[in-house]
Every structure is written in structure tokens, then in C-alpha cells.
């Protein structure tokens, strides 16, 4: 039954998405400036993940050594 559900989550994402026309009222400067944005929120959590995974190793290997 979950993919169901799940199923129908997409298909209304999708629909929304097709007819809300956002990004169709943005100027040329607006869409680079929003892609400029994007990239950075994108370049914002790989480093988040990254410091997550190091931190998560740490503990790790501080646990181990506590043993």
C-alpha cells in the first residue's frame, strides 16, 4: 500500500509542478541568479554531509579507542 501512496505523492508533485509555471515570470538575470543560488545551497550541504560523515568517524574511532 506504501507505493501506492507513494505513487500518488509523485504524480501530484508532478502535476503542481507542470502547471504552477514557476520560473516562467523570471528574466534571463533572474533565472541565472536563481541557478546561482542553487548551486550554492547544493555546495551548502555536500559540505554539511561531509562534516556529518567526518564527525560521525571520529566518534566512532573515539569510541573504539575508549574500549
Known amino acids: 500500500m506504501d507505493w501506492?501512496?507513494?505513487l500518488?505523492?509523485?504524480l501530484i508533485l508532478w502535476f503542481l509542478?507542470?502547471?504552477s509555471g514557476f520560473g516562467k515570470e523570471l528574466?534571463?538575470?533572474g533565472?541565472?541568479?536563481q541557478e546561482m543560488w542553487r548551486q550554492q545551497r547544493l555546495r551548502n550541504?555536500?559540505?554539511?554531509?561531509i562534516r556529518s560523515r567526518q564527525r560521525?568517524?571520529?566518534d566512532k574511532v573515539?569510541?573504539?579507542q575508549d574500549k
Open 56 to 58: 560521525l568517524y571520529a
Open 27 to 29: 528574466t534571463r538575470e
Open 62 to 64: 573515539s569510541t573504539e
Open 45 to 49: 550541504l555536500k559540505g554539511l554531509a
Open 17 to 19: 509542478h507542470a502547471t
Open 8 to 10: 500518488s505523492d509523485k
Open 31 to 33: 533565472r541565472v541568479e
Open 4 to 6: 501506492i501512496k507513494t
